[in-house]
């Protein structure tokens, strides 16, 4: 309904310009915040498929991708058949409002998911704990089990902390490497174009070219991506695939310096399948490491801290590369640092698995959670 509404005022604002251009500022962020709550909503079948809960999470990310393609098919259709934009804006929202209807009868409630979850979980004995060593047990009679329990949204956020503080080790390495990662993927595809422009000559028609195929690429090369992945990450592991990811992050930055249209298509098949592939092990993170409930809280509080992370990242590439002459060196140079960084710290992170493993899902419902 949120996603249909900012739809629509979306289309109302290219219909009458002069009047209602102002809903357009209120039903784009609309869209946007809704149109990923829907995504997330996807997340809720781990617990109906625990055989296959990477693909699930995958499915969040292919979809992610293969909506973007509806920009292209906008496009498409007003230059073929004249459609105008405000015409497709309201198809969508009529459609959105069909697939929410379909949604709510279909999904099962938070309570009858949380029965499944209890059902997928309750083959898990022990909670293990970071460096092997057990909690005591004066700490553990002073914590609560958390499997399944409610609570408002600033204890979960509480909790969410006391799980990230556990274990600080394996939080901490998986934090920096997506902080690094991030900027290794993200800044190559935001700096596209301007990049293209200063490495390939001035008449040449590559830049264009380029920008126009990645976002082919990326909808529908994500889409099967994120699936695949999925499934590549049930039959690896998160520790073997995370060293997968970590690569992804590497062979941009081999791939990303020539000027050549060939090694850069190479390049944007490897971010699109970087991009695919990065949000599957931050979910099989937090399904891991948290109990069901918090798993959507986790992922948020770790994404926050990413967000700033980048930010900080982003403020001071801006004030080296300020220093720097313009020229492709200006955009290569951070793109192989933040690569060369992004595969270290995702190297680390495998490594440190070896030796510490993951939780088994499952786990801190039939043990104790740290508390704050």
């Known amino acids: 309904l949120g996603a249909s509404a900012g739809l629509f005022m979306m289309a109302l604002a290219c219909f009458q310009p002069a009047q209602w251009s102002w809903t357009l500022y209120l039903g784009y962020p609309l869209c946007q915040l809704f149109g990923s709550i829907n995504s997330y909503g996807i997340f809720v079948f781990m617990w109906l498929l625990p055989d296959h809960q990477n693909f699930v999470s995958s499915a969040v990310g292919g979809v992610t991708a293969l909506s ?8 498409g259709l007003g230059s073929c058949c004249g459609l105008f934009i405000g015409w497709f804006l309201f198809g969508i929202c009529i459609l959105s409002l069909i697939a929410g209807t379909c949604c709510w009868f279909l999904i099962p409630d938070k309570k009858t998911m949380f029965l499944f979850v209890e059902k997928a979980v309750g083959e898990t004995d ?23 329990g409610e609570g408002g949204e600033w204890d979960l956020i509480k909790k969410s902390v006391s799980v990230m503080r556990h274990y600080k080790v394996a939080n901490g390495l998986l934090l920096v490497f997506s902080i690094f990662y991030c900027l290794s993927i993200i800044y190559p595809v935001q700096e596209m174009m301007y990049y293209y422009q200063a490495l390939f000559p001035k008449n040449s028609q590559a830049p264009d070219e380029l920008v126009n195929l990645f976002a082919v690429l990326y909808g529908i090369g994500g889409f099967v991506c994120a699936l695949m992945g999925g499934v590549l990450c049930d039959k690896l592991g998160l520790r073997v695939f995370t060293v997968v990811v970590a690569a992804c992050s590497f062979l941009v930055a081999c791939t990303i310096p020539f000027p050549s249209f060939a090694i850069q298509v190479a390049a944007q098949l490897f971010m699109t399948l970087g991009l695919s592939l990065y949000m599957i092990v931050c979910n099989r993170f937090a399904m891991l490491y948290a109990p069901p409930e918090l798993f959507g809280t986790l992922s948020g509080v770790q994404f926050t801290v990413i967000s700033f992370g980048m930010v900080f990242g982003m403020q001071g590439l801006s004030m080296v590369t300020a220093t720097m ?10 793109f192989v640092v933040f690569g060369s960084l992004s595969t270290f710290f995702g190297l680390t992170l495998a490594w440190y698995w070896t030796r ?17």
């Not at 510490?356 to 704050?372: D, I, K, L, R, S």
């Open 68 to 75: 973007d393609m509806f920009t292209l098919l906008a496009v």
């Open 126 to 148: 022990d909670v293990p704990q970071e460096g092997g060593e057990e909690m005591s047990r004066e700490k553990e009679a002073e914590e609560e089990p958390t499997c399944c």
């Open 325 to 334: 002459e313009d020229g492709p060196l200006k955009y290569q140079v951070p």
């Open 356 to 372: 510490n493993p993951p939780p088994p899902v499952g786990a801190f419902c039939h043990g104790e959670h740290p508390q704050e």
